[in-house]
């Protein structure tokens, strides 16, 4: 929980610097290994200082007689450079690509394009969040999940208790809540938030508040923007009596 209060205080350091529009989140839900692959894959790309021809990368990203490796390589070229034509490209491809296994690779590369063009039209430094959540409208999405301290299972008026003093709070803030699911003795949230709101103290607020009707949640909770826990993996935590505010 520490190590993403310091990362999220210094975001909202940095925008204070550079700015909101600075910021870019990739929207789309893509697990990390597959954006350090895509990084990885440009970075090489880079150092060997590969030269191409705009319009030929075009041509070939859309022709059926490509291979899947050659567009991959295409798409990485195409997001190196801030050209108009190259973004607009990426854009028509991504929407329906027809290789349906680069739609990560591609939505990466889109985001990619538009940092570059944004960056040499404004002459200002530009910054990439990378998440396996991503984010929507300069929001960050992250998971919470919340348990018994007990282990025990919450009451029918607990489940109404937590349900409305989370979304009352959430809500009054502002942050959109995207999925709210509660079962027998623990629950997750799936939210989205702004880079300036303090959403783990409104999630403490919400527990205390749950909590002066007889400490049936633990303050200690999970909170993470890796991924999305499944029921199977939420029930190996609770049953390995984990610390949930280490886990990420």
């Known amino acids: 929980?520490?190590?993403?209060?310091?990362?999220?205080?210094?975001?909202?350091?940095?925008?204070?610097?550079?700015?909101?529009?600075?910021?870019?989140?990739?929207?789309?839900?893509?697990?990390l290994e597959e954006q350090m692959e895509y990084f990885k894959y440009f970075d090489d790309l880079k150092d060997r200082d590969v030269r191409f021809v705009p319009d030929s990368e075009i041509e070939l990203l859309f022709s059926p007689d490509v291979t899947v490796k050659r567009k991959k390589e295409s798409i990485a070229l195409l997001s190196s450079i801030p050209n108009v034509?190259?973004?607009?490209?990426?854009?028509?491809?991504?929407a329906n690509p027809m290789e349906p296994e680069l739609k990560n690779w591609s939505s990466i590369a889109l985001l990619g394009s538009r940092i570059s063009l944004y960056s040499d039209?404004?002459?200002?430094?530009?910054?990439?969040?990378?998440?396996?959540?991503?984010?929507?409208?300069?929001?960050?999405?992250?998971?919470?999940?919340?348990?018994?301290?007990?282990?025990?299972?919450?009451?029918?008026?607990?489940?109404?208790l937590i349900e409305r003093e989370f979304r009352f709070q959430l809500e009054s803030a502002e942050i959109d809540i995207e999925t709210f699911e509660i079962e027998d003795n623990y629950?997750?949230?799936?939210?989205?938030?702004?880079?300036?709101?303090?959403?783990?103290?409104i999630l403490q607020s919400a527990i205390e508040e749950c909590n002066q009707y007889g400490n049936f949640l633990d303050q200690k909770f999970l909170f993470t923007n890796v991924k999305v826990f499944t029921q199977e993996e939420i029930?190996?935590?609770i049953d390995n009596n984990d610390e949930l505010d280490q886990l990420k």
Request: no cysteine.
């Open 187 to 201: 629950f997750s949230i799936l939210l989205l938030f702004p880079f300036r709101t303090d959403v783990r103290a």
């Open 121 to 160: 039209l404004s002459g200002k430094p530009q910054t990439y969040i990378s998440s396996g959540l991503g984010g929507h409208d300069k929001k960050l999405r992250f998971f919470a999940l919340f348990i018994s301290p007990t282990r025990e299972n919450f009451t029918d008026h607990q489940k109404e």
């Open 1 to 31: 929980m520490k190590n993403w209060n310091n990362i999220l205080n210094k975001l909202r350091a940095t925008i204070n610097d550079n700015g909101i529009d600075s910021f870019h989140i990739l929207e789309d839900l893509i697990p």
């Open 85 to 94: 034509k190259a973004y607009r490209a990426l854009e028509t491809y991504q």
């Open 235 to 237: 029930q190996k935590m």
